[in-house]
């Protein structure tokens, strides 16, 4: 890739504040304290990516509210550009509740994010960086979402490089067909996705049949858990690099975190090996502490990560 613009990455989806029991193994009825956080795959991967370096742009939208102030700030303070999300007096930011082991309890119909549409989002913004980042769930939160993330994969003079992580959301989907999800990876340049996902979204066994339904996107990332991931590049066979064995406090944000490092490697044109490499390291460092982003990491980690 060689574009001169000057805003590396831009991503787009909703944001949440997240609340997370302060005691670990609790369940969420049992709970009587949560730690609050931030959540959001778009902006957990906007905010790691400006960490290691990289202009990034996130457009959402988060309500007039303490929580969206919150959110703001937070993803601002990773230096992420915010100039592009909107205030929404009249809805909602999202809320979400969750454990560390997969209980999931979302606050977010009709919040503020769910009003994004073609008309509010335009191309001209969103493709206004040499990637654009989109995931999966966006286009589960409404239909104006769902026509945006349509609208954003389309060809068209100028689209840059589009980044699909599928992300598929059981509790989002309910009774939507998640092979929608399979149309729009379809679209994109770069897709990733876990292999437990394209089982459980759409009934693929491995890797290679993956691959075999999603032959379009350019590169094909199918992450495989604590194994490693393949990655696969146009025509050729997969290339697999194993993951490094870490310690595990809370695997929330590992799919956006390998996003982040596999697309800041991309942005450095390093070669597809190194890319995974890049993606398990980003990876590793967010399952070892508590949260969905790497927030928490101090500037002596994220000269580690970017070096
Ligand atoms: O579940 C969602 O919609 C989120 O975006 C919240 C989390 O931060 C995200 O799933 C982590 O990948």
């Known amino acids: ?160 490089l589009v980044s699909f992580d599928v992300n598929h959301r059981p509790a989002l989907w309910r009774s939507a067909d998640p092979r929608r999800l399979a149309r729009l990876a379809a679209r994109c340049d770069l897709v990733l996705v876990g292999e437990d996902e394209a089982a459980a979204a759409w009934g693929l066994p491995d890797a290679d049949a993956v691959r075999e339904a999603l032959p379009g996107p350019a590169v094909l990332v199918v992450k495989q858990g604590a194994r490693g991931a393949i990655a696969y590049e146009g025509c050729a066979d997969g290339v697999f690099v194993p993951a490094p064995d870490t310690p595990v406090v809370d695997l929330v944000g590992a799919g956006d975190a390998f996003a982040a490092g596999f697309l800041s490697a991309t942005l450095r044109a390093l070669p597809l090996r190194d890319r995974l490499a890049r993606g398990h390291a980003l990876a590793a460092a967010v399952i070892g502490v508590r949260g969905d982003s790497l927030a928490v990491l101090g500037d002596e980690a994220w000269g580690r990560l970017r070096a």
């Open 1 to 160: 890739m060689t574009g001169t613009a000057a805003v590396d990455v831009v991503c787009v989806g909703e944001s949440m504040v997240t609340f997370v029991p302060s005691a670990p193994g609790q369940r969420l009825a049992d709970a009587a304290a949560f730690d609050r956080g931030t959540g959001g795959a778009e902006s957990n991967v906007a905010c790691a990516l400006a960490r290691l370096g990289h202009a990034v742009r996130w457009i959402s939208r988060v309500g007039a509210d303490p929580f969206g102030d919150h959110l703001v700030t937070a993803v601002a303070a990773a230096g992420v550009d915010v100039s592009e999300v909107r205030r929404d007096p009249g809805r909602p930011t999202g809320v979400y509740f969750r454990t560390g082991d997969g209980e999931v309890a979302y606050y977010r119909a009709g919040s503020a994010a769910t009003a994004m549409n073609p008309g509010n989002v335009g191309r001209r913004d969103a493709w206004a960086g040499r990637v654009l980042h989109l995931s999966g769930i966006t286009p589960a939160l409404s239909r104006g979402c769902a026509d945006l993330v349509h609208a954003l994969t389309a060809p068209g003079p100028g689209r840059p």
